[in-house]
T-cell receptor, first 116, second 110 residues
Framework: ETGVTQTPRHLVMGMTNKKSLKCEQH?????MYWYKQSAKKPLELMFV???????ENNSVPSRFSPECPNSSHLFLHLHTLQPEDSALYLC???????????????FGEGSRLTVL | GQNIDQPTEMTATEGAIVQINCTYQ??????LFWYQQHAGEAPTFLSY????GLEEKGRFSSFLSRSKGYSYLLLKELQMKDSASYLC???????????FGKGTTLSVSS
């Protein structure tokens, strides 16, 4: 139990489908993140929400659409994806605020996405 | 720009000591993190350095030199379960996110 839960763990979709990834954190954190992890590449930051407001949008194509309805939930809506979007999508959360928090990230186990 | 370099792969034997280096060139710096990721699992936090020097935590230690843009993770008394990917990450100046290197895959053999 990592405190950050992602569903589904595996998803296969066609290029014309619309699907969503869900992330839920039970740690009382108020920042949430989406990262993309592809083979042989570094973890790529996609989006950051702090206090439910988007504070980072890292030049991500518009076929990825995040949603953060509250500080415990984060979604990534997917539509008209490409095969190169196949990857592991990791959600993370962190506390935001005063020291001595290091601001470390707590990751979920990821959603493995395959686009056919 | 952001550039974080670490070796792709390393091998070591049980009981040995291994040092994984990380160099970074980033537009801002607000702390350096090391994470461990076993295959098929979530990355987990190992260490955090924001000031120069060595931070020790059990078998793992992490060192930072901000003037050199350099860090290392030192693993002592290696065990088979230490076989994993080790990710170096730098927090951006705004403190809003971590920027990761590609990771170093460590294989520990008996």
């Amino acid at each position: 139990e990592t405190g950050v839960t992602q569903t589904p763990r595996h998803l296969v979709m066609g290029m014309t489908n619309k699907k969503s990834l869900k992330c839920e954190q039970h740690l009382g954190h108020n920042a949430m993140y989406w990262y993309k992890q592809s083979a042989k590449k570094p973890l790529e930051l996609m989006f950051v929400y702090s206090l439910e407001e988007r504070v980072e949008n890292n030049s991500v194509p518009s076929r990825f659409s995040p949603e953060c309805p509250n500080s415990s939930h984060l979604f990534l809506h997917l539509h008209t994806l490409q095969p190169e979007d196949s990857a592991l999508y990791l959600c993370a959360s962190s506390p935001v605020g005063d020291s001595p928090n290091t601001g470390e990230l707590f990751f979920g186990e990821g959603s493995r996405l395959t686009v056919l | 720009g952001q550039n974080i370099d670490q070796p792709t792969e390393m091998t070591a034997t049980e009981g040995a000591i291994v040092q994984i280096n990380c160099t970074y060139q980033t537009s801002g710096f607000n702390g350096l993190f090391w994470y461990q990721q076993h295959a098929g699992e979530a990355p987990t936090f190992l260490s955090y350095n924001v000031l120069d020097g060595l931070e020790e935590k059990g078998r793992f230690s992490s060192f930072l030199s901000r003037s050199k843009g350099y860090s290392y993770l030192l693993l002592k008394e290696l065990q088979m379960k230490d076989s994993a990917s080790y990710l170096c990450a730098v927090r951006n100046q705004a403190g809003t996110a971590l920027i990761f290197g590609k990771g170093t895959t460590l294989s520990v053999s008996s």
